[in-house]
């Protein structure tokens, strides 16, 4: 069975970091593209960064651009982002998936998912 784990989520103050990591099985881990979406109560799930099956080529939302970077360590079998000066704004689950078709945009694009972490950022 394929599966994705994410792990590294909290409860933090505005300005601090957390590391959030998402472990890959049952799936040939290197040929997947993957990333990060992001789902706050009464919203669409949201990419906010991604990453090509090399880890050569990334992608991030204008809102975390220079504060959050997304990694992959295939012989580990995970994704990792690094989020740092964290706001309010970034409250949400976010949630690891897995794109076979390369790196994409869309949540309709990708092919596994995991169960979310929740980030919590308080004022």
């Known amino acids: 069975q394929e599966q994705l784990v994410e792990a590294g989520g909290g409860l933090v103050q505005t300005g601090d970091s957390l590391k959030l990591d998402c472990v890959a099985s049952?799936?040939?881990?290197?040929?997947?593209?993957m990333g990060w979406f992001r789902q706050a109560p009464g919203t669409e799930r949201e990419l906010r960064a991604a990453i090509n099956w090399r880890g050569g080529t990334t992608y991030y939302a204008d809102s975390v651009k220079g504060r959050f970077t997304i990694s992959r360590d295939n012989a580990k079998i995970a994704i990792y982002m690094q989020m740092n000066s964290l706001k309010p704004e970034d409250t949400a689950v976010y949630y690891c998936?897995?794109?076979?078709?390369?790196?994409?945009?869309?949540?309709?694009?990708?092919?596994?998912w995991g169960q979310g972490t929740q980030v919590t950022v308080s004022s």
């Open positions: 998936a897995a794109d076979i078709d390369g790196l994409g945009y869309l949540s309709t694009r990708y092919d596994y």
């Open positions: 049952g799936l040939r881990f290197s040929v997947y593209a």
